[in-house]
Nanobody, 121 residues
């Protein structure tokens, strides 16, 4: 599986961004679960949101009601709409896929290169 993120930028607190991830190659087993993780300097990578083939979504508590994950009908792209951004949202955001399906934030094994989001207060 090959994933390519885009859309990262520098914004002020309270602003919005939309991240995109292109599924360049699905590999042998496809992409049953697509998701977004993020990692800030000095911190562990953490799950942000996931979406399965049926469109069921799962969100981290820290971003619930501010971020929305979506996908196109062909599942060739997954998006993360981020609103009301805070400085704590600054991180490198990674697109990822879990071959076995969505089980909260577990089982993710394929990763994109990441896109940087910086939120200034």
């Amino acid at each position: 599986v090959q994933l390519q993120e885009s859309g990262g930028d520098s914004v002020q607190a309270g602003g919005s961004l939309r991240l995109s991830c292109a599924v360049v190659s699905e590999g042998t087993f496809g992409t049953k679960c697509l998701g977004w993780f993020r990692q800030a300097p000095g911190k562990r990578r953490e799950g942000v949101a996931t979406i399965d083939k049926a469109g069921n979504t799962y969100y981290a508590d820290s971003i619930r009601d501010r971020f929305t994950i979506s996908q196109d009908n062909a599942r060739k792209s997954v998006f993360l709409q981020m609103t009301s951004l805070k400085s704590d949202d600054s991180a490198t955001y990674y697109c990822t896929t879990a071959l076995a399906g969505c089980v909260r934030f577990g089982g993710f094994s394929e990763w994109g290169q990441g896109t940087q989001v910086t939120v200034s207060s």
